[in-house]
């Protein structure tokens, strides 16, 4: 694209040092330049800002903070030349003055509570804020959903509780010691939204079935469906075909493990969906089937592994939820966020206190727990808190993992960002865990030790076992890496194990397809009903015609000639990104050799907690201390138009 022409060009030359430093990408000045066609406007700090406001949303962030970016906080993006140095070169000498060209910029419109809907962002591209946030008008119209949907839920009325069913679905719950799972359905059951987060094995899926088993057991009573009691209509979805695919087995597991009465136990589902087929995606059209004017048939909704969960997505849930219906959210906070921009449930739980209940929510619930929790939980009660802190619970004691596991404390300590401890754990030789530090100059991988995780698989490959059989052998073990690009990065892993697995014959062919390939799609295809980040596993099928095996959301098995799978890569490694929403009972994580923009902590912290039984890491030292201490926060209004009090 030549900017030859353009404002945007200047004697600092700021918008080619960007791009060649790709801290922006090319698709910021095109959007600029098509705002700037259609406004004739020529202020280039008004330029400037709608540049960055494009490039923070590529990176993540929903918003940017003029006085932030004044004052030289940069979000982790690395800007050469500094903007705040641009803009006092063509004498804006404060976050101020910046400010106020913004404000008489026919480019921008000043933002409050209700000035723009989705419908009428293009006449209101860039939306500037009272403090200085500065958005792409589509943006702060979906944060400004999410904010109206959660002022919305402080007004209504708190629901009932039965304190003896609830006592009911918890047998075992200790009258010396809180159970903080039963506190989160007794508060969660008594409120129209909720948010329960918790880590690993932390028992989220245990407490909201046993929820749903609250809900459906009030709604029906003792007996069966009785005269005019009807079914709740309760659906299960979560942001990709693998999370949902996961979520359908652990409810049905979860359910098993219930002493509930059988139409209880049948009126709960136990098939997920995903986001985009619950709302009714038409993969040519943007709009969802189901919003506003057309909302979900639904009395309850239950989304899993919230964290995937954008901001544009979340707004649109939002907007086809029915008023009456009851929206529950799960998800481990400390995840990675989305890929696409904002970080919803980090901003929703951001201030979020362990094992602590407010003033109200204690109130409300003391009709639904017994005297001797109620004296337990009158220690726990904190008196100033946000009104978002009475929709949340937060779960933190593992079941998976004991005081003593190597898995949960490495966990616990990246998450923390505590490096000594970090060092310390994995130096300690847990059997569970295993550090191989890597050379800084010398970037060989050790293949032959990686591929080891897969010999199991490619033995099943040969016997030809069934689809379903391979897919359980093929999640038991997963190589993790940070990065796509470098000799550490999953395209050059992947590349050198399936050079490996040739060389060793699993392979049987050089075709692109061959027993036992694995893939991975990149995108959601309409035409197979596959989505991004679905995995697929080549194997003949009973005519020997060779298939490319995929697991659905709804648990089912599905086979697909090869030549019906497009846009897929391989998988034998994949990355951390790609692997949220999946467990694995063994896990290797490679770190890059070079410190990287999208290594930091929660990035570790989320690798980590894809092991379930063992965990090793191959990683340098220093790459590894400087990811430790790095937290990547993602701007956006939300944190403090909730958390302010
Ligand atoms: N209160 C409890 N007492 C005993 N075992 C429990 C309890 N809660 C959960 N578990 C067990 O711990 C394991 C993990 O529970 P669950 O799957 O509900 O956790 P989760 O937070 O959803 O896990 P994940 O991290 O996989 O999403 C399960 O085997 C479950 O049966």
Redesign the pocket.
Known sequence: MDFSNSLLKTETDWTDAWLTAKVIRPIDLQWVQYLQNHTNTSDEAVLMAGVLVSAYLGAGHTCIDLNSIYNGDLAGLEFDPAPNVVLSSWGIASAGDWYDRLSNSPLVVFAHAGSVTESNTDSAPLMLTESGLLYAARYFSFEQSLLSFIQLQEVKGRRQVDAQKLAALFPNAETREL?W?KIAVANAASMDFSIIS??????????VTKLLALLVWQSLDDANVSVGKTVPRIALAAPTGKAAARLTE?ISG?KQ?LDIAPHIFEAIPETATTLHRLLGADFGRSRFKHHKGNPLHIDILLVDEVSMVDMPMMAKLIDALPTHARLVLLG?KDQLSSVEAGNVLGDLTFGIQREKVTRAQFTGLADSLGAEELTLLSRQVIEQAPAIQRHLSL?SKS??FNDQSGIGRLASAVNLCQVDRTLNVLRSGYDEVLWKPTDLVNEELDIASLAQGYKEYWKQVRQRTSPAQLHSTFSQYQVLTAVRQGTFGVESVNDSLEKYFYRQGYIESQSIWYPGKAVIMTRNDSNTGLFNGDVGLCMPDEQNVLRVWFILANGEIKGLLPSRVSSFESVFAMTVHKSQGS?FERVTMILPNNASPVLGKELIYTGITRAKQYFELWANELILQGALKKRVQRRSGLTKAIWKD
Do not use: V
């Open positions: 159970d799972q918790g880590g690993p094995g932390t028992g989220k899926t245990t407490t652990s979860a493990k481990d779960l079941y998976r467990e």
